[in-house]
């Protein structure tokens, strides 16, 4: 089984729906994060959290909210979805390590398409 | 402003030979350097890291290297195999920022038979 999965894989919604994409990890990490994919850019956060009490916004929050149900659940809604939104969503997770870098672990993707 | 910079697109590479796949970046006070590599339909997968006290780190045929005052890094595959075909992103952390990840545009590596 996946150590990280999201639900759905593929979404087609229309502008103004709210949607959530939901992220679980069986990895037992405490750091969770979304992250967005755009052709020809790298990826972009979106909001991360450091334990189930602790939600941040990352570079490109507006527009996005997060909810973190429990160490092993972290999911992200838009509330009225727009077009430029359609993009390859990511969830990952990580367990910071002392003297190490944070590395981090992602699902499979969500392929938003907002019409 | 983009802090990590991958500006090759794509890459291709006969099977057997050596693939470099290059990384700048502009921020001198990052600590970490991550290569990730993703697959069509999949989430990138952590390949190889560096801390920047280092210049190189080797992990079975891969290495990266690491030129602090070029800021520069790059990833050498050697030998190059069919199964190496993927989206390569270069990634840069920052312990003062809770080590979030910096990533470039991504490279698309190529393995040609």
């Known amino acids: 089984d996946a150590d990280v999965t999201q639900t759905p894989r593929n979404r087609i919604t229309k502008t103004g729906k709210r949607i959530m994409l939901e992220c679980s990890q069986t990895?037992?990490?405490?750091?969770m994060y979304w992250y967005r994919q755009d052709p020809g850019l790298g990826l972009r956060l979106i909001y991360y959290?450091?334990?189930?009490?602790?939600?941040n916004k990352g570079e490109i929050s507006d527009g996005y909210s997060v909810s973190r149900q429990a160490q092993a659940k972290f999911s992200l809604s838009l509330e009225s979805a727009i077009p430029n939104q359609t993009a390859l969503y990511f969830c990952?997770?990580?367990?910071?390590?002392?003297?190490?870098?944070?590395?981090?672990?992602f699902g499979p993707g969500t392929r938003l398409t907002v019409l | 402003d983009q802090q990590v910079k991958q500006n090759s697109p794509s890459l291709s590479v006969q099977e057997g030979r050596i693939s470099i796949l290059n990384c700048d970046y502009t921020?001198?006070?990052?600590?970490?350097f991550l290569w990730y590599k993703k697959y069509p339909a999949e989430g990138p997968t952590f390949l190889i890291s560096?801390?920047?006290i280092k210049d190189k780190n080797e992990d079975g045929r891969f290495t990266v290297f690491l030129n602090k005052s070029a800021k520069h890094l790059s990833l050498h595959i050697v030998p190059s195999q069919p199964g190496d075909s993927a989206v390569y992103f270069c990634?840069?952390?920052?312990?003062?920022?809770?080590?979030?990840?910096?990533w470039g545009a991504g490279t698309k590596l190529i393995i040609k038979p």
């Open positions: 921020n001198s006070m990052f600590d970490y």
């Open positions: 990895k037992g990490h405490d750091r």
């Open positions: 560096i801390s920047s």
């Open positions: 959290s450091f334990d189930v009490k602790d939600i």
């Open positions: 990634a840069a952390s920052l312990v003062d920022s809770n080590y979030q990840l910096i």
């Open positions: 990952a997770t990580s367990d910071l390590q002392v003297g190490s870098t944070d590395t981090q672990y």
